[in-house]
């Protein structure tokens, strides 16, 4: 059987009667009252247009709060001190020095500490001015060195300090990573690089060196060796002490064996 409408009077509820007018007129508010809740809600989920993604075409912008590293705990945090072991105040003083020098900045020294240490190569122009100073001038391995505050940019910097310095002669061991020194996560590995690659520089001895020749250690060259042909074969008949010799031996004071020892 067909269910008769509301407004016929045939309901079934009981309740009474609703004109058909009355009834349109109360569908018509329940659409409304959706409608506005409707809105409210897309307001409420919506940003302002003005910043919104959608309707100025931007990429979204993450806070700088997100982009830093949080504190570590547990095993991480166990590995991270000993990481920050390795970093030594001694060797910073000297590596500052010889940066300064090296790529004649004016800015002047940081204050001590591995943060403000981090903080002060971070953009890495100042890594990429000392690599150029160890070039003749026109052969400068990295040609645009600007600052910038964006963090692409200066990771850029650091990448091509990398591949310039690993060019130079540091060995790939001694090279640190990019994160490294941006997100300050192992300053000793940047130390290392920079040590390597003063004593590189103090080593060729080709006057591009600038500072004091004590910060470093000088790294152990080749002394190669060449031999005459006469002089090979000539080697070839002397027994080498390796395999013994009995130069300078002699039975003198010796007694007979099974003869008591004379002591006078």
Not at 92 to 103: G, H, K, M, T, Y
Not at 110 to 122: A, R, S
Not at 188 to 202: D, E
Not at 224 to 236: N, Y
Request: proline share 6%.
């Amino acid at each position: 059987m067909e269910k008769a409408p509301p407004w016929s009077g045939r309901a079934a509820d009981g309740e009474g009667v609703l004109c058909k007018e009355a009834f349109k007129e109360s569908a018509e508010a329940r659409q409304h009252r959706r409608t506005r809740t409707r809105r409210g809600q897309t307001r409420n989920n919506s940003c302002a247009p003005s910043s919104c993604p959608e309707t100025t075409g931007d990429p979204p912008r993450i806070p700088a709060e997100m982009a830093n590293r949080g504190p570590s705990y547990g095993l991480s945090r166990e590995v991270q001190q000993k990481i920050d072991e390795k970093y030594k105040l001694e060797l910073e003083a000297i590596l500052v020095d010889w940066i300064i020098a090296q790529s004649n900045d004016t800015k002047g020294p940081p204050k001590p500490g591995k943060d403000n240490f981090q903080e002060w190569l971070q953009d890495g122009t100042l890594l990429c001015k000392v690599i150029n100073s160890l070039y003749p001038k026109g052969s400068e391995p990295i040609q645009n060195v600007t600052e910038s505050k964006m963090p692409f940019k200066q990771m850029e910097l650091i990448s091509q300090f990398l591949r310039a310095a690993e060019a130079y002669g540091v060995r790939t061991t001694d090279i640190f990573q990019t994160v490294d020194l941006w997100e300050g996560k192992e300053m000793a590995a940047v130390q290392r690089t920079l040590m390597a690659l003063g004593s590189l520089a103090l080593t060729k001895n080709d006057g591009f060196y600038q500072g004091d020749p004590s910060w470093f250690p000088r790294k152990a060259q080749a002394n190669r060796r060449e031999f005459s042909t006469e002089q090979l074969r000539h080697g070839q008949n002397m027994i080498g002490l390796q395999m013994g010799s009995n130069k300078g031996a002699s039975q003198s004071g010796m007694t007979g064996y099974g003869m008591p020892r004379q002591i006078l």
